[in-house]
Structures are given as C-alpha cells and as structure tokens.
C-alpha cells in the first residue's frame, strides 16, 4: 500500500507541475515540449488518470496536432464513455479536422479529403446529433462528392419547420434540388431564403436571373397561343412556372390554354392558383383589394364551359346553377368596374329556363341581356320566340287575350315570322276582333305566300265572313278617324305587360285599309246577308273557347319536332331567322341554343 500510494503521489505531484506550466505557457515550442515531458512522466506511474489524457489532448490541441488529440479523447472516453467534457471536447476537434480536410480536398481537388473530412463529421455526429453546423459540412463535402441524395438527406436534417433556419441553409439545399433536377423544390427553397434575407446576394441573383428567364419563356408561350399552337404554348407556359411558381400571370395563361384545350378541371385549378396568390400578396395589407377583373373573368368563362357541358347533356339544373353563379360574380364585378357584363351568361341561362319551359324566368333573363347590348338581333330572336311559346300556351288554355299580349310582344321583338300573325290572327278571330285578325292574316300571307292554311283563312273572310269584316272595319275606321283608336286585345294577363307597340304599317296605312275593307265586299253583302247572321251566331260560339281538335302546335308542323326537342335535350345550334319570306321554315328549325361567351 505505501508503494502504491507513493507512485500515485509522485505522478500527482508531476501533473501538477505540467498543469501550472501549460497556465504560464505563452505558445512557443520550448514551452509546449516541456509540457507534454511531464505529462508523460506522470502516465509512466498512473495511465488510467483521466485528468492526464485531458491535459494530454488539450497540449495536443494547443499544437493543432488534431490527430493526437482526438486520440486522447477515444482513451477517455474508452476509460468513462459518459464523460460531457471530452464528448464535447472530441466534437470541437473531429470539425477543425474536418475543415483542416476539406481545406486540403479544395486546394488538391481531391475527392478523397472530402470523403475523410465526412468521416470525421460522422464520428462528430455520434456525440452531438443536433449539431447544425456539423450536418450542414457533411452536406458540403457529399456535394463535392458528387453524392447529391446523401447531400439532400443531411441538409434537411438542419431545417427546422418550428425554429429559425438560417437563409444559406435554403440556398444549399435549393443548389441541391437543382443538382437533381428538382427545379420546382430548388426554386422554394431559394424563395424560403428570400423571404428571410431578400438583399443576400444568392437570392437578388436568382430573382434577376429567373425573372428574365421566364418572361422570355412567357413571351414565346404568347407567340404559340396566337399561332393557336396550344400544346407548344402550355410548355413553355409549364417550363416558366418551374422557375417562378409565385407569378400570376403564368397561372392565368395556364388557365386559359387548358379552358381552349377542354381540360376544365385543370383550367378551374390554374385559374384558382392565380387567385390564391394575388389574394396572399395583399392579405397582410391595411386595405381590402378587389380580384382583378381577368382573374374574375376567367374563372367565369371556365365555369361557363363547364355549364354549356352539362346542359349538351339535358343536365339544365346544375347548368343553371352555375350560370347562377357567374351572373352573381358579374353583377359585383359590375359594381366595381367599368366593364359592362357579358350578356351571354343570361341567354345562356335563358335558353336553359327554356328547355325546361321555365319561359317567364327565361324572359327575364332575355330582357336583362337585351338591356346591355339593344340591337342584338340574336337575343331579340330568342325572346321573340320565348313570348310565341307563352302565348302557344295560353292559346290553348283558350286564354285570348294573352295570347294577343304575348304575340304582339313576339311581333315587336321580331316581325319577320308569318306564323306569329297567323295565331295571332287565330286569337283575335275568337275574340271577334275580325278586322285585325283578317289583317294579321294578311300579314302572314306575306311572309309566307305559299302557306295554303292562311290562304284558306283569308277566303273564308271573302267568302262567308265579308259581313262581319265589313262591320268591324267600319268601327275601326270610325273610332281611328275620331281620336279614339284602341287595341281590340287588350291586357288582362298579370303575367306579361303588353308593351306601346304598334304594327308594322303606319296609322295611315290602317285608316286606308279599314276604309277599303269597309267598301271592299258590298256587292257580296247584300246578296249574302241572311247567310251572314247564320254564320256571325256561329261565331259567337266559336269565341267561347278552342275545340279539343283545334288546340294549336307552335308553328304548325314545326312544334311536332320542335317543341319536343325543348322538352328532351338542348340542342347547340343557332336558332337563325334570316330573311321574311323563310320565316316560317327557320321556324320548324327553331331549337334553344347555347353559346359560348363573347369574351374570349
């Protein structure tokens, strides 16, 4: 026991010396070499002291003998392996002789030192796993490597979704996503490292360069767009998004290309894009920022699309309901902006209301878009027809005077169609008016001179009602010639308001025509009067109501194809009324048509 004691108090009494030594030491080699003397004196006696290989590895360190020291800190830690100071002391030195590496690897170009210096991290790592700075320099020496997955992997380990990452982090892992070709990952990440530190130079010469390249790709996507190349112009479109994803406008022509390429669910997705980043671009402003009127218009027409869609396929309610919702869009649109709205929207929705014999919705929305553009002859056709359909109706419900209401609506929207006039000649002839009705008849005629129907009507008025017509020109002529000139078909209807319209010929015109229908059949008066009386209590009769065998069908023979194509499917063609005397032939072609939006 006192030998053991002794040994151990002279390597003690040694230690001492080299500690006080190293305190006074001002870094010169004598000094340095005398230190390390004493300190092997004293492992001669005690090798196991873990305060000797401490002082040993920091002699060592202090010689930047990187080697020795890290061999130190293995024996300490072979002898305690819970020791923090040398743990933490072992993870200094494993970098510096890292870097020491890495320095050597960039002067050589040697791959090797890269892959030592790694080795060196890694043996770092096994004592300090959230050590940023040693993951970020194992990253480094994978890239030189060339090893760009391993590179990607340690990288990540340093970004921290919850804490602070400091901007070159994002800027080495975005070199690195662009290394592998993930353009899209690279670019997030170098606008991540912008959004903490716009001015650091990497970023500033990203933006210039990405911003210049993408307009140039924008600019040939335009080009391609207008050649109707519109495959060629969603690449470019595509590639310029890979490099600056945050741009509006890439989206929006995104949107466009797919809406005329018909891909509408990835037209409604780009257009949406679009909106969401203009809206995060000013959500942390003081200010509330209308959507711009393209972002809005696009969208609009893709859900017009989509609408037209699902009406070619009898589907009218979700038709409707999204042209519900563009025109809701339209009118707040309106209240901001200086752009009128599309009319077509409410004569698609119209024709729509149409097909499912929803006709007074149908004529509200027609005369809301004749209200923005008045001299469309499209719109005035269609309403034209929609007020003939109402007034098929109520002619067979054996409502008249309605039926002269609508009909004179038809009439002032369109006057170019005999059949209008033959019903409303039909109408007028059961409400006794038979001056307008010969005279509505006549007008058909017209239109249609080769219509054997009419001419039929007309020779009943020459041959058995020249009494009555005579009479009741007569009392036009009188009530016209005094002031009082009246219609015969007034409104009754709380439906439709007949509007201040007249017919097609002057008053003039209708004061010569009365007095010469008036005088026109008096030879044949005479000589059929007894008849006539017979024939004007017949009539009474007739006025009552229309016989189950007289119900009418819109446009004759038309309304058997016709008006059940209304009722089965929507049919996408023009309804197209060209000239007077085709009326009654475009007629028989009517069918509800759809259109796509003006606006392209």
């Known amino acids: 026991d006192g030998e053991i004691l002794s040994s151990m108090q002279r390597a003690e009494a040694i230690f001492e010396k080299a500690r006080q030594l190293s305190l006074l030491c001002t870094g010169t080699s004598v000094e340095m070499e005398r230190i390390l003397r004493e300190i092997y004196k004293a492992l001669s006696f005690e090798s196991s002291v873990i305060p000797f290989h401490m002082l040993l590895a920091r002699t060592f360190r202090q010689c930047l ?78 890239v030189q490597c060339e090893q760009l997955l391993e590179a990607w992997e340690a990288i990540t380990k340093v970004i921290k979704p919850s804490g602070y990452t400091p901007p070159e982090v994002y800027i080495l892992r975005a070199k690195i996503n662009w290394g592998r070709g993930l353009v899209e990952q690279g670019n997030q990440d170098i606008r991540a490292a912008g959004a903490l530190q716009p001015t650091h130079p990497e970023v500033e010469g990203f933006i210039s360069r990405s911003y210049a390249k993408s307009e140039k790709l924008y600019k040939e996507a335009l080009v391609c767009f207008t050649a109707k190349k519109y495959k060629e112009s969603l690449e470019h479109i595509d590639h310029a998004l890979y490099i600056t994803n945050d741009d509006v406008k890439l989206h929006l022509m995104k949107a466009k290309l797919h809406r005329v390429m018909s891909d509408l669910q ?263 009067q007894a008849a006539q009386f017979a024939m004007g209590a017949r009539l009474g009769r007739h006025g009552d109501r229309v016989h189950a065998g007289q119900r009418h069908q819109p446009g004759g023979q038309f309304m058997d194809d016709g008006q059940r194509a209304l009722h089965r499917r929507l049919r996408l063609q023009r309804v197209d009324v060209r000239e007077a005397r085709q009326a009654r032939h475009l007629l028989v072609q009517a069918r509800v048509v759809l259109h796509r939006a003006r606006a392209q």
């Open 266 to 528: 990835s037209a409604y997705e780009a257009v949406l894009k679009a909106k969401e980043l203009f809206l995060a671009s000013y959500s942390e402003g003081d200010f509330t920022m209308h959507l711009p009127h393209e972002i809005q218009k696009q969208i609009n027409l893709i859900l017009n699309e989509m609408a037209l869609q699902f009406a070619s396929t009898g589907d009218y309610d979700n038709a409707i309901l999204l042209w519900n919702r563009i025109i809701r869009e339209e009118h707040s649109s309106a209240a901001i902006s200086v752009l009128p709205m599309d009319p077509q929207y409410f004569v698609n929705r119209a024709d729509c209301y149409r097909a499912l014999h929803r006709l007074e919705d149908a004529i509200i929305d027609y005369q809301d878009a004749l209200a923005i553009h008045p001299d469309d002859w499209n719109i005035k056709t269609k309403l034209s027809l929609t007020y003939y359909l109402v007034a098929t109706d109520d002619f067979n419900a054996s409502k008249f005077r309605e039926t002269d209401v609508g009909l004179s609506n038809a009439i002032h929207f369109n006057p170019k169609v005999s059949e209008y006039y033959a019903l409303r000649g039909r109408a007028r002839y059961y409400l006794n008016a038979f001056y307008d009705a010969y005279r509505d008849f006549k007008r058909a005629l017209k239109l249609d001179p080769h219509n054997a129907e009419i001419k039929q009507r007309l020779q009943q008025f020459e041959n058995n009602d020249s009494f009555q017509l005579q009479r009741d020109a007569a009392r036009k002529l009188r009530r016209m010639r005094g002031g009082l000139r009246t219609s015969t078909a007034s409104s009754s209807s709380s439906r439709l308001e007949r509007p201040d319209i007249g017919d097609s010929s002057s008053e003039e015109e209708d004061e010569d025509d009365a007095a010469r229908v008036a005088t026109g059949f008096q030879r044949g008066a005479d000589r059929q």
């Open 65 to 142: 003998d990187f080697t020795s020291a890290i061999y130190c800190y293995r024996l300490v830690l072979k002898i305690d392996p819970s020791n923090l100071p040398a743990k933490k002391s072992i993870t200094e030195v494993l970098i510096m002789k890292g870097k020491e590496y890495m320095i050597i690897g960039q002067e050589t170009k040697s791959k090797s030192k890269y892959i030592a210096a790694c080795a060196c991290f890694d043996e770092a790592l096994e004592f300090a796993r959230e050590n940023t700075e040693l993951w970020t320099l194992k990253a480094i020496c994978h």
